[in-house]
């Protein structure tokens, strides 16, 4: 008699394989979207852990923070910000 092993699950058909996020629906790609002629750098050094800011450096060399996340939560999803709101203060700094 044969052994009382585990029997194999059907075999599906491959899944195609899901696009990426178009750019303008990535955080990234939403603030250069905002200002185009802006370079966006993410994480030039090693970040913090468990943490998230987005700061902006102006052309004269002097840093603003947009946005800190250092301060926010629990819950973890307070730490880290919407898109919406990066651009909206980083076109407030600019103007």
Do not use: C, H, Y
Not at 65 to 71: C, H
């Amino acid at each position: 008699m044969a052994p009382g092993g585990r029997k194999r699950a059907k075999r599906r058909p491959a899944e195609p394989e899901t696009q990426a996020d178009p750019p303008e629906k990535r955080p990234r790609g939403k603030v250069s979207a905002a200002v185009a002629a802006l370079a966006v750098e993410i994480n030039p050094r090693q970040p913090r852990r468990n943490s998230f800011e987005v700061s902006l450096v102006k052309e004269d060399g002097s840093t603003v923070q947009l946005w800190s996340g250092i301060g926010k939560g629990p819950p973890r999803k307070l730490k880290f910000p919407e898109p919406t709101v990066v651009v909206e203060a980083l076109r407030s700094s600019l103007a």
